[in-house]
């Protein structure tokens, strides 16, 4: 058995007997170095012939003199060596043996720690994982029960890392990710643990809080203020928002799966709520999750039903108030429920991907019914982000058009800057298709999202639609005067621009003095079903003096 310098330590026994420890645990990687002088030294074997022995044995006359309780010779790896047989001469030589080699365990020890780690951590921002995270639960829950030792359960989602990811890339959205895990590791007291899910996904647990919710609100304050701090990232500012659900055990639970739950639905009602800020759990909010799965399970099943309908709103001139058009808006008439409101449905639509297939639909229903207006009348029709997110969607517009026979000029798309925001290339790339295909596109709630004026440089768009809560504030002189800035942008850049929301006369006037070429809202009609539509709103083409 050849030995090299990769052992680690060398074994050497007295007549006591008695293992001897070196001064010093780099001297034993010496013996190393000369028992590389002897390839065919085997375990046990006496090497008083060899012609290292001498430098052996006055090493080990320094090591007895240091040799202390336990007399255990530890080599690179600080760890015993095994007993074994001794010699029975007298004298400083009689009895030292070799009784081992070792071989340096440290690498492998090293490894083996690295593996645990990555185990139980996340590759990316160094927090632990969702194991690890749900193993300090149970351990919580343990001190809660023996101890009673409260805790709190914070479920953190990240506003807008799609965005960046799809926008700036992945990279800058990992980036952006290891930036908010040292915030997040900031704001912790000593005992907490904070843990990375997944994605945009992390989950905090504050222990032995004396003072709940407080402490839990304090900490979900400090978390919001910290991660929603502009920062630079790979030279581009980004900027992230952060909401957050609690749970508080034992109030709100002594199980994980009851507590991750109701975390969770907390963290629902706060990003429904706006986002930037925290919800605590409440019972209610039981009641409301279950009313959700169940319109889910309902929404499944209803366009095969037949339980969705379209809708049209009247557009009209803003200077003659006649009808240009109308504006397409499903509505589901639930078998129990009655009309349900889009704003019931539509967004779980989207999160279900329910939308491509109901837009779709509402997309040809929209189109065959407009062939039977008269010609001068356009239809316009919202297009979800996750409709032209599908690879396929220019060709859905292209069978709808052919299928209904309706002249592309007078099909609208009206999308939302969130579409803008995904996969920008390719997005103009299909944008720029629909209109050589003759096809208008608007830009619908325009100046509520994120309102880069650069979307408006790389795709000219062929209308700005004001969003109504513009509208609805024009007594404020600032929002007057954005009103105004928008119409100005829309028509220096060859753009009809609409007004949305319109419900009285002042509005009317005030809007059509800006600027504004189309105007919809109450005051000139509600949606109506299609027979209702034709018979109130076109059988008269002028739908409101000027």
């Known amino acids: 058995m050849a030995h090299d310098v990769s052992i680690g330590s060398l074994c050497l026994f007295d007549t006591a007997p008695r293992r001897l420890r070196a001064a010093e645990a780099r001297r034993l990687v010496d013996f190393a170095g000369l028992i590389s002088e002897w390839p065919d030294l085997r375990p046990g074997e006496s090497a008083e012939t060899r012609t290292p022995y001498r430098q052996i044995l006055a090493i080990a006359d320094e090591m007895r003199a240091g040799t202390d309780a336990d007399g255990v010779v530890r080599g690179r790896d600080n760890e015993p060596g095994p007993a074994g047989p001794t010699g029975s001469r007298s004298g400083r030589d009689a009895g030292m043996r070799i009784c081992d080699l070792l071989p340096d365990l440290s690498p492998l020890r090293a490894r083996e720690r690295q593996i645990a780690h990555m185990a139980h951590h996340d590759g990316l921002t160094g927090l632990v994982n969702r194991g690890r995270f749900h193993s300090c639960l149970a351990e919580c829950l343990g001190r809660l029960d023996r101890d009673g030792v409260p805790f709190a359960l914070l479920y953190l989602d990240l506003d807008r890392l799609g965005v960046i990811n799809e926008t700036l890339g992945h990279r800058t959205g990992d980036a952006v990710l290891v930036e908010v895990a040292t915030r997040l590791r900031g704001a912790l007291g000593a005992e907490d643990v904070v843990g990375r899910l997944g994605g945009d996904e992390f989950a905090i647990l504050q222990i032995g809080a004396a003072s709940q919710p407080a402490s839990s609100a304090a900490l979900a304050q400090r978390l919001i203020e910290a991660v929603t701090v502009p920062t630079w990232v790979e030279g581009k500012l980004v900027d992230i928002g952060l909401s957050i659900g609690i749970a508080v055990a034992p109030t709100d639970g002594r199980d994980s799966q009851i507590l991750l739950k109701r975390a969770d639905l907390a963290l629902s009602r706060a990003k429904s709520d706006g986002r ?271």
């Open 276 to 546: 930037n800020t925290r919800r605590f759990y409440e019972t209610v909010m039981d009641a409301a999750a279950e009313a959700r799965r169940n319109l889910e399970i309902d929404l499944r099943g209803a366009l095969s039903r037949g339980e969705f309908e379209v809708f049209y709103q009247p557009l009209v001139d803003a200077q003659t108030g006649c009808p240009t058009g109308a504006e397409a808006l499903v509505r589901w008439r639930h078998p129990r429920n009655g009309l349900v409101s889009p704003d019931a449905f539509i967004a779980l639509a989207e999160e279900t991907g329910l939308i491509v297939q109901l837009g779709e639909w509402v997309l040809r229903t929209a189109c065959r019914d407009a062939v039977a207006w008269p010609s001068d009348l356009g239809i316009a029709v919202n297009i979800s982000a996750v409709q032209f997110r599908q690879a396929r969607f220019v060709e859905v517009v292209m069978h709808a058009l052919a299928e209904t026979g309706l002249a592309p000029e007078r099909l609208e798309l009206e999308i939302t800057e969130t579409v803008l925001m995904q996969s920008l290339p390719q997005v103009v790339d299909a944008l720029h298709l629909l209109r050589r295909l003759g096809v208008r596109v608007s830009l619908d709630d325009f100046g509520t999202g994120y309102s880069s004026l650069s979307y408006l440089r790389k795709f000219p768009f062929d209308k700005l639609k004001i969003d109504q809560s513009f509208v609805q504030d024009l007594a404020d002189t600032a929002t007057a005067s954005i009103v105004q800035a928008i119409v100005a942008l829309g028509r220096s850049l060859g753009m009809t621009v609409t007004a949305e929301g319109v419900e009285t006369e002042h509005q009317h006037a005030t809007v059509r003095d800006y600027g504004c070429t189309h105007l919809q809202g109450y005051l000139f009609g509600r949606p109506r079903a299609k027979d209702d539509f034709v018979r109130e709103y076109l059988s008269g083409r002028n739908l409101h003096a000027a």
